[in-house]
């Protein structure tokens, strides 16, 4: 078999198995090994780490994994391609392919039984239509990882990075380094991917923070305040504040909360970093 990259030799296995490309499962292949390089360096793999992969597809990041790392588990989602899988990497000790829906799995159980509940990493080319969902749900379930490092549409990438007073931030910027500090990886261009997409992407890594940059008493509370002072960008922070209802204060007791803890009524939500929305939420929770 020749290299898992050439769009030569994965026409002929997807051939030879009648497999098809499901859009919907956002399935774009990569076919660059220059790029798998950059991800699997980005990942900073050693002997000893375990590596949760999401959606190996056809196995060619998969490969190199189990070349670098102690244990690798990945997770695909269509059975279509596990003879393929079964195919290009056959069954290194250190790999265990598990079929299931990443979004529906007990991560926390997958991790005791394979990794037997150490820390791990993520490594994923992931499909586009559920990148938020599979992020958030790693960073708010509590899972042991220390990092992830996700190809993910360049949009995406630049908004988990963003800083405060840019228009790519946001409450997903916000909720990313709340938990993780994000690193650009490399830029991908759409032509690396079978079938190309209609997007560019980039790789990043989200390392997880030993601490949140805030002190915050009741996330809840924070998270909604944040996503409230983003509802609408062209409103000041008072205006989002009181049309999302957080409870039961008025205007002029926002006013005065937003006023005690130093913070510009006027101003917009994207102007604040994680500090002052834990300000307002520990404030507000003095309340709740
Ligand atoms: N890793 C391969 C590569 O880089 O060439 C394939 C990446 S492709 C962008 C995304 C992969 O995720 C596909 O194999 C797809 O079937 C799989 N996938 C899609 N939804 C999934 C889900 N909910 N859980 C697990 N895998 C999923």
Redesign the pocket.
């Known amino acids: 078999m020749g290299s898992?990259t050439s769009p030569k030799v994965i026409k002929n296995i997807i051939e030879r198995h009648g497999f098809k490309f499901?859009k919907s499962?956002?399935?774009?292949?990569?076919?660059d090994s220059n790029i798998?390089e950059k991800i699997i360096e980005g990942a900073n793999i050693s002997e000893e780490d375990n590596i949760l992969?999401?959606?190996?597809?056809?196995?060619?990041?998969?490969k190199e994994l189990v070349t670098k790392a102690g244990k690798v588990v990945a997770?695909?989602?269509?059975r279509g391609?596990l003879p393929i899988l079964n195919e290009t990497l056959g069954s290194p000790s250190n790999l265990t392919i598990v079929q299931?829906?990443?979004?529906?799995?007990d991560i926390k159980r997958l991790v005791k039984d394979y990794f037997e509940g150490q820390d791990f990493k993520v490594v994923?080319?992931?499909?586009?239509?559920?990148t938020t969902p599979?992020i958030m749900r790693f960073l708010e379930e509590d899972l042991p990882f220390t990092a992830l490092t996700v190809?993910v549409q360049k949009e995406l990438a630049q908004r988990m990075a963003a800083s405060p007073n840019s228009k790519e931030y946001g409450s997903l910027s916000v909720a990313v380094q709340y938990y993780t500090q994000p690193q650009l990886v490399c830029k991908v261009p759409s032509t690396v991917?079978m079938p190309r997409p209609k997007v560019d992407s980039l790789v990043i890594t989200l390392n997880r923070l030993d601490h949140s940059p805030a002190e915050v008493k009741d996330e809840k509370l924070f998270f909604s305040i944040v996503r409230a002072a983003f509802a609408k960008r062209r409103k000041t922070l008072l205006n989002n504040l009181v049309a999302e209802n957080l409870g039961d204060w008025d205007k002029a007791e926002i006013t005065k909360i937003l006023e005690e803890v130093g913070i510009d009524p006027q101003i917009r939500g994207e102007s604040l970093g994680i500090k002052e929305y834990a300000l307002i939420a520990n404030r507000m929770g003095i309340r709740s």
């Open positions: 898992l499901s499962l956002g399935q774009n292949f990569l076919i798998v992969e999401i959606g190996p597809g056809i196995g060619t990041l998969t997770v695909e989602i269509d391609l299931g829906d990443i979004l529906k799995l994923a080319n992931l499909p586009y239509y559920i599979i190809m991917f």
